[in-house]
């Protein structure tokens, strides 16, 4: 028996979900919220269907998807602002085409090193966890943040 995909069933429990996780429901992807609002704006772009990489959707499917994944990061920036924005999809844990954006503020103590040595820190450091996961704002205003801002760029819906 294979196991299930845990992105799978979150796309089909997308009506059970919180208002400050579920950002945007573009026509080919899904935007949540993710746990790590130090990275205040932080989103998981998931792919509506299930492509274990990019390469194997089909073309016409990827240029949008790439496009929605665009249109989210501009309004994540419009936002929040930040001083750069790293965009990653690597699907080593979970093989559902998924984008990691993570918008890296000025402040970031550690602006030069990669995301992911925090986050495993914080899988061993309850403190580390909650720092990563504490934001300046709450979700729900950081969710309506984003919301506006993909509102006021007229963002594609299905």
Avoid at 39 to 67: I, N
Avoid at 77 to 101: C, I, T, Y
Avoid at 120 to 139: G, T, V
């Amino acid at each position: 028996m294979l196991p299930t995909c845990p992105l799978c069933d979150k796309l089909n429990r997308l009506h059970e979900l919180p208002a400050d996780e579920l950002v945007w429901q573009f026509p080919h992807s899904v935007a949540f919220l993710g746990p790590w609002q130090f990275y205040t704006g932080y989103c998981v772009l998931v792919a509506r269907q299930h492509y274990p990489e990019l390469h194997v959707m089909p073309s016409s499917q990827r240029a949008v998807f790439l496009d929605e994944m665009v249109v989210l990061t501009q309004a994540i920036d419009f936002a929040f602002q930040p001083r750069k924005m790293n965009l990653e999809s690597l699907g080593n844990q979970v093989a559902h085409l998924h984008w990691h954006l993570f918008p890296r503020r000025a402040d970031d103590p550690e602006t030069r090193k990669a995301v992911w040595i925090a986050l495993d820190r914080a899988e061993r450091d309850e403190a580390e966890k909650q720092r990563l996961q504490a934001a300046s704002l709450a979700r729900t205003e950081i969710a309506s943040r984003i919301r506006a801002a993909l509102n006021q760029m007229a963002a594609p819906t299905p």
